[in-house]
């Protein structure tokens, strides 16, 4: 692990060569994107400021190993909100555009990289400065491309006005996946915000039960104002934390099906108009320190796919995979995507994405996955890389076809094929 102390200590790594090298941010994609055994990997702590933040325009210029958590608490008291928001804020700026993350407003406003107007690049070759109409190319590899084009020094991102620090959330219940994702087709337009939790350890035909949870910012007048005038705007998570010394698996099918019996309860059949904290409603897990400690020392698989529109069903035989097997996921959320962005190893595709925590352990659970794989890229789908550690190579370019595009980028900013990680290496991305 290496955190250069400058520009130039950055630059000497690059050169150095070796064993390959790959930039680290906060760690926070679930697989072995931001590893690179035997290598060199590159921890930004001296890029961590906010450089410009233009209040007319709503632009912010931001280095890449600030948190998004960061520019959140730096802009939303000015009026401004990061234009793309993943289920955590605790990413960095290099990270989010190296996976082109989405968020519960991808169906509107497609993912971070499209908000993106310039970044800075640097490779072992030297540094680039790109945006979308200025070395496209270079840009698009960048987004989404999972840090192997480079390491992103800075970028400048278009930013969301915003009025307050609260949502007006709108909650629905839903019996059935179809009536969900029925609804889901017929009014996510009229939201900026939208996303639906899944039960999939229900049995039968109530697999697939849901809650769908839709909203906006809210504005001044949605907001009462609180005795004492108004407070500064803020972000307001919970703050609970996850004991140590846990028993093992305390996560397991009994408890996780409980958990989904409790949470699907609980949730009022409609309640529309309800104003929720930001932080409530964007990041919920932010307020459980350590959260992935529940699943005790053996961990979990994230599995996140997409398919196109026409291929709903692949959704729904996942969740009856899953049922049937009895492999409980303790979180199933379920978002509509947009139009993707243009980088060939940018996740987002227009239609449908399922995203499953399943607690390791179930000895069928391997099997079932790779099964589910093959479903996925039968219907023109693919898995998202920052969460994956188990996809077979042999279906990646099934799943990610312009490979070559970013195969021929790689080879012009970095001919020696310096930069690599776990990732590339198990899928062969070269
Ligand atoms: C609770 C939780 C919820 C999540 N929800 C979502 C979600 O809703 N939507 C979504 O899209 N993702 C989601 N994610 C995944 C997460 O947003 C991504 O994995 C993101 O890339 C993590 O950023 P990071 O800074 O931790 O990067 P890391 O995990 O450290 O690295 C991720 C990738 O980015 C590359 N990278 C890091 N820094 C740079 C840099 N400066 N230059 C070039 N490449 C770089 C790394 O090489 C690696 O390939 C979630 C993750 C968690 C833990």
Redesign the pocket.
């Given at each position: 692990m290496a955190q250069p102390r400058d520009g130039a200590a950055l630059r000497a790594l690059l050169d150095a060569g070796g064993h390959g090298l790959?930039?680290?941010?906060?760690?926070?994609?679930?697989g072995d994107?931001?590893q690179c055994g035997g290598g060199t990997?590159?921890?930004?702590p001296h890029?961590s400021r906010i450089r410009e933040l233009d209040e007319d325009a709503g632009a912010i210029e931001v280095e890449?190993?600030a948190?998004?958590d960061a520019v959140m608490r730096h802009t939303l008291g000015r009026g401004w909100f990061p234009p793309?928001?993943?289920?955590?804020r605790?990413?960095?700026?290099?990270?989010?555009?190296?996976?082109?993350?989405?968020?519960?407003n991808h169906h509107r406003d497609g993912?971070?990289c499209r908000h993106v107007t310039e970044l800075t690049?640097e490779a072992p070759g030297g540094t680039h400065v790109v945006a979308p109409d200025r070395d496209a190319e270079l840009f698009w590899a960048?987004a989404g491309?999972?840090?192997?084009?480079?390491?992103?020094?800075r970028a400048t991102l278009r930013l969301l006005p915003v009025e307050t620090d609260q949502m007006v959330v709108d909650t629905d219940r839903f019996e059935d996946l179809d009536a969900v994702m029925a609804a889901m087709e017929e009014g996510d337009h009229r939201y900026r915000y939208s996303v639906a939790w899944v039960d999939c350890t229900a049995g039968g035909r109530r697999a697939g039960r849901a809650v769908l949870t839709r909203g906006d910012h809210a504005r001044r007048e949605d907001v009462p104002l609180r005795r004492g005038g108004r407070r500064p705007p803020g972000i307001q998570d919970g703050h609970l934390r996850v004991p140590e010394g846990l028993p093992a698996h305390l996560l397991n099918g009994l408890t996780i099906r409980a958990f989904n019996e409790a949470w699907y309860r609980r949730a009022p059949r409609r309640r529309h108009g309800e104003l929720q904290p930001l932080g409530r409603f964007f990041?919920p897990?932010?307020g459980v320190a350590d959260?992935?400690r529940l699943y005790g020392p053996r961990g979990f698989v994230?599995y996140?796919f997409a398919v196109g529109p026409a291929h709903g069903e692949v959704v729904r035989q996942a969740v009856d995979l899953l049922s049937a097997r009895r492999l409980p996921s303790f979180l199933a959320?379920l978002?509509r995507f947009g139009p993707g962005d243009p980088g060939p190893l940018s996740?987002?595709m227009a239609g449908w994405t399922l995203?499953l925590d399943l607690p390791v352990g179930p000895p069928t659970l391997p099997a079932s996955l790779d099964e589910l794989d093959g479903v996925v890229a039968a219907a023109g789908g693919r898995v998202?890389?920052?969460?994956d550690a188990r996809l077979r190579p042999e279906l990646l370019a099934t799943m990610y076809p312009r490979l070559p595009e970013l195969a021929a980028v790689r080879r012009r900013v970095d001919p020696a094929g310096m930069l690599r990680?776990d990732?590339s290496r198990r899928l062969g991305i070269d």
């Open positions: 790959i930039p680290r941010g906060l760690g926070r994609s679930y994107a931001a990997v590159v921890e930004l890029l890449a190993g948190s998004l793309v928001t993943p289920g955590t605790q990413v960095t700026i290099g990270g989010a555009l190296a996976a082109d993350v989405h968020g519960k993912s971070i690049l960048t491309g999972m840090g192997l084009t480079g390491v992103i020094t990041h897990l932010d959260w992935n994230q996140q959320v978002k996740f987002p995203a998202y890389l920052a969460k990680s990732l």
